[in-house]
């Protein structure tokens, strides 16, 4: 009976870690949102999407690149209408800038009366994908900080709002605090529920604790490191490079995974060595590739590697160790989380409570985890049985394909 307990322990970790890679992303939720200036008769509009949601699209084999697929998919499915009559695209959608893996449209309507309510209907993404969620921002053009903005929730099963005007002359729509509390906090279970990187950092966490106790000290430290950074991030007091986060996100999981089968051999100097070597390399690479990964962030990575192996000598350095290493790297993953959400914005008039409940939402997601795992990982801190001989263990498999899993996370995101 332990033994098949075991087996369908590792195959728990296993499910996690072998998704298949090649459609893996950071944040994989079918997510949209956008942007709407108002100047009293035109909306200015910008419309982002996943580049991957973008190449699901009916129309992706007839244009010459994603850009133009999400503009005509917008022109079709956005819909603007005052009194009956629709607003009429002034003009048309075209490329606009936007951050890595995200395509970005930019248009403008032409309404009719400032006075009256306009009726926003958004159909896009909605039938590829009935989880689909849209989040837009309502403002007036001329208000620079967007001060008076207004955020609203599309879905599948409410996919059209009407705005009016308020005393400033910014759109608004109406939004109670109950809705912005729901709205984000689903927000952000969905998004740890998706985030296959924090999750797989979340099981490294759990592999390298020897104790329920310690894991829990250990997920409480990275808690507190990602609550920290999510909120400076969010509210721009710190504006993180996103192509670096997410590579240290994916070499987080890679060092945690790796160090207590390293250490045990007494290899971490040697292995810190290596990879400082091997990083020197690919940061040579880059120069003549162009890589978003900046050199300085390469130079860290390489001075981290030298001096964290000649850190930890044996198993004993990591519990010493693990504490503030787990703070460090929960810095890293708040940054991640904060990437979603300060893209969306955070609503106006409710900036603490949008902030609340969505880390409120990421935590809830976050248990939804722990307490499954909380219940299997330990088991795996025993060797197999079946392979005593080889003194092979069951969380040394699951670490050896975390490590492998976070490899390929920092290698495609730093060098590709």
């Known amino acids: 009976m332990t033994r098949v ?25 079918s997510l949209s949102f956008s942007n709407f200036l108002w100047d009293g008769e035109t909306l200015s509009v910008s419309f982002t999407a996943p ?100 955020e609203i929730l599309f879905t599948a099963t409410q996919r059209y709002h009407v705005i009016r005007a308020n005393a400033a002359g910014a759109l608004v729509g109406e939004t109670q605090v109950g809705e912005v509390f729901q709205n984000y906090f689903w927000l952000g279970v969905s998004h740890i529920l998706t985030g296959y990187d924090h999750l797989a950092f979340v099981f490294c966490l759990l592999l390298v604790a020897t104790t329920r106790r310690r894991a829990l000290y250990l997920v409480s430290g990275f808690t507190l490191g990602h609550s920290a950074t999510l909120a400076m991030a969010t509210l721009g007091w710190v504006v993180p490079n996103s192509h670096v986060v997410e590579a240290l996100i994916g070499a987080s999981i890679a060092l945690v995974a790796a160090e207590p089968i390293l250490s045990r051999a007494n290899l971490m100097a040697r292995s810190g060595v290596v990879a400082a070597v091997i990083l020197f390399i690919a940061s040579g690479v880059t120069i ?9 962030a390469w130079a860290g990575l390489m001075l981290f590697c030298l001096c964290y192996g000649l850190l930890i000598d044996g198993p004993a350095a990591i519990h010493r160790y693990a504490p503030a290493m787990t703070l460090a790297f929960g810095f890293i993953h708040g940054f991640g989380f904060a990437g979603l959400l300060t893209d969306i914005g955070l609503p106006s008039g409710h900036l603490v409570m949008g902030l609340f409940s969505f880390n409120l939402g990421v935590e809830m997601g976050q248990l939804l985890v722990l307490v499954p795992a909380f219940l299997v990982v330990p088991i795996l801190l025993d060797e197999l049985p079946s392979l005593a001989k080889y003194q092979i263990r069951y969380r040394d498999i ?14 495609s995101r730093a060098l590709l």
């Open 398 to 411: 699951a670490a050896s394909g975390l490590t492998a899993f976070g490899l390929y996370l920092f290698i």
């Open 51 to 150: 580049a991957r949601d973008v190449t699901l699209l009916p129309g992706v084999q007839t244009h010459a690149n994603l850009s133009d697929t999400l503009a005509a998919h917008v022109s079709a499915k956005l819909r603007l209408s005052q009194m009956n009559m629709a607003c009429k695209i002034s003009t048309p959608f075209a490329k606009a800038p936007a951050r890595a893996s995200y395509i970005r449209v930019a248009g403008a309507f032409q309404c009719y009366d400032a006075s009256s309510g306009i009726r926003v209907e958004n159909n896009a993404f909605f039938d590829l994908a009935r989880s689909h969620v849209h989040f837009a921002r309502f403002g007036l053009k001329a208000d620079k900080s967007q001060a008076h903005a207004n």
């Open 5 to 29: 307990i075991k087996t369908l322990a590792l195959l728990f970790i296993l499910a996690v870690v072998c998704v298949p890679w090649q459609s893996l992303e950071a944040h994989n939720k």
């Open 288 to 296: 003549f590739t162009g890589s978003v990964f900046p050199l300085g």
